[in-house]
């Protein structure tokens, strides 16, 4: 009878076998295994992350006569890609500026070119927004506008500012873009404060308002501005006023009658009533004319009233006896 064989033997003579059959093909999957995971894991690893990348710009030189009209962000936004290890230590140490360079001459769109950035080994930028933009330029050209005042305030009871503010100068000059500066109708100072002001005249020295962006002022920033204020006054007329003869009996005027304008302050000519205000020829100072029997001249209409200036229409007369 033969003898059993040992298990323990047979399980390693079929563990040996199975190793060393088609042993090429298992170390070649083997090394496929390690190439996968290696793979796997480097994909694990890297990551895409945007950022925003601050730009420089360079203008030219107002020499140059041209103005940029578009509006260029203060960053650019970029997407990284690369590993995690070499994104995190970016954003710690931070990514250098872009400058754009414009001095060199006239260009009609920005482009953000990718290799403009300065990275690290190891991450590439896939996108930048906005990758271009549009450059709108305009000439530059130099106008005199006229300088705008006004007044605030109220000056104290029983007074008005009289007439305009007179600005000096009354014109200044701007420089900037040509379809702003040609459509610009003034440049305005800032006001001048007339609070409780009393009879008598003002001079200021006050700044201009900022012009629009992009405009400059060529020269002062200020003007003197100068203010009258003066006694408010009223102005009452009264017509068909008899004219009453004086230093000659039996004379009388023609006209007849005159109208009378009073100006003054309110509470005077408010309070006036018709038979106050009397019209007068007086030729009295005119000896000469007692001693004919007819005849006539012209006189001067006069109107006596206190705190008040009065002006008649027709201003004279003709006195005739």
Not at 45 to 60: A, D, K, M, N, Y
Not at 210 to 218: F, G, K, Q
């Amino acid at each position: 009878m033969t003898a059993g064989k040992n298990p323990l033997v047979t399980a390693l003579a079929a563990v040996r076998d199975a190793l060393t059959q088609n042993l090429g093909l298992k170390v070649l999957s083997l090394i496929f295994a390690f190439g996968l995971f290696a793979f796997l894991h480097a994909q694990e690893e890297r990551q895409q992350r945007t950022v925003p990348v601050s730009v420089i710009l360079r203008l030219p030189p107002e020499s140059d006569e041209r103005e940029l009209m578009t509006p260029i962000p203060a960053s650019v936004y970029v997407t990284l890609r690369g590993s995690t290890r070499a994104i995190d230590g970016l954003m710690q140490t931070g990514i250098p500026p872009v400058e754009v360079d414009l001095r060199a001459g006239p260009r009609d769109t920005l482009v953000f070119d990718p290799k403009a950035f300065s990275l690290p080994h190891g991450l590439e930028i896939t996108i930048v927004d906005p990758p271009s933009i549009p450059l709108e330029w305009q000439k530059v050209t130099v106008r005199r506008v006229p300088v705008q005042a006004s007044v605030t305030g109220k000056p104290a009871e029983g007074y008005v500012v009289k007439g305009e503010p007179a600005v000096d100068p009354n014109q200044v000059t701007v420089r900037g873009p040509e379809e702003m500066v040609e459509v610009m109708q003034f440049v305005r100072l800032a006001s001048f404060d007339v609070s409780g002001l009393t009879d008598g005249t003002y001079r200021r020295r006050i700044a201009l308002d900022s012009p629009p962006a992009r405009v400059n002022i060529v020269g002062s920033h200020a003007a003197t501005m100068t203010v009258t204020i003066a006694r408010r006054v009223s102005e009452s007329r009264f017509a068909n006023r008899p004219v009453e003869v004086i230093g000659l009996v039996g004379a009388y005027s023609v006209p007849r009658n005159v109208d009378v304008s009073v100006i003054g302050p309110p509470e005077v000519v408010h309070a006036l009533r018709s038979e106050q205000v009397i019209a007068r020829a007086d030729v009295s100072q005119l000896a000469t004319l007692k001693s004919e029997k007819h005849g006539s001249i012209t006189a001067k209409v006069t109107v006596d009233l206190a705190q008040a200036e009065v002006e008649t229409q027709p201003p004279t007369v003709t006195v005739k006896w």
